[in-house]
């Protein structure tokens, strides 16, 4: 199993332009996850995803959008880059053991919007 | 509103000292996580702590719950340098089934 793979590692946006990261998990999780990560802040929840065809708003979702149209995939939109959109961006997913949600990260993508 | 406080936000550890990292959480949680993250790395899970009294333990890690007063402690015994990370905390709140609310992280850095 690859487990959560997100592309692309690293890039570099302009102000305005818009992108998709992608997220992907081949462990057959109903539950996905997006956070973003900026210094001294934690993680914080953009959007998340407890089922195929199922999304709702975390903590920050504000310049973001997400769908959820297969159990695999959960693709992040930034609809127009902001500066203040530079962070660093995981995507994970989840599966439930016993009493709880184990969440299982992927790598990240390093996000500069200039 | 759930609120999550780590503290230190940065430790300087000697080797071979005890150490403890404490996350205090401001409303009633069922669930309590601790990862770990090394520079420039994805987050790796160190426990889960389900319930009040609650203990682990992984090498020199011991993680522990006190839901009344709503603390969580992770502590470090004979620090070593492959210990140096990021140690984060992250809470579930109450009727929140997999929504997590991080602390901000203990960067810890482990010198001879």
């Known amino acids: 199993n690859a487990g959560v793979t997100q592309t692309p590692k690293f890039q570099v946006l302009k102000t305005g332009q818009s992108m998709t990261l992608q997220c992907a998990q081949d462990?057959?999780?109903?539950?996905m996850y997006w956070y973003r990560q900026d210094p001294g802040m934690g993680l914080r929840l953009i959007y998340y995803s407890a089922s195929e065809g199922t999304t709702d708003k975390g903590e920050v979702p504000n310049g973001y959008n997400v769908s959820r149209s297969t159990t695999e995939d959960f693709p992040l939109r930034l609809l127009s880059a902001a500066p203040s959109q530079t962070s660093v961006y995981f995507c994970a997913s989840s599966e439930v053991v016993g009493r709880y949600n184990e969440q299982f990260f992927g790598p990240g993508t390093r996000l500069t919007v200039l | 509103e759930l609120k999550v406080e780590q503290n230190p936000l940065f430790l300087s550890m000697q080797e071979g000292k005890n150490y403890t990292i404490y996350c205090n959480y401001s409303?009633?949680?069922?669930?309590l996580y601790w990862y770990r993250q090394d520079p420039g790395k994805s987050l790796e899970s160190l426990f889960v702590?389900?319930?009040?009294?609650a203990v682990k333990q992984e090498g020199r890690l011991m993680a522990s719950l006190d839901t009344k007063a709503r603390l969580s402690t992770l502590h470090i015994t004979a620090a070593v340098h492959d210990l140096s990370a990021t140690y984060f905390c992250?809470?579930?709140?109450?009727?929140?089934?997999?929504?997590?609310?991080f602390g901000a992280g203990t960067q810890v850095v482990v010198t001879p």
């Open positions: 992250a809470v579930e709140g109450r009727g929140s089934w997999g929504k997590l609310q």
């Open positions: 409303t009633t949680s069922d669930r």
């Open positions: 702590l389900l319930s009040n009294g």
């Open positions: 462990m057959n999780h109903n539950s």
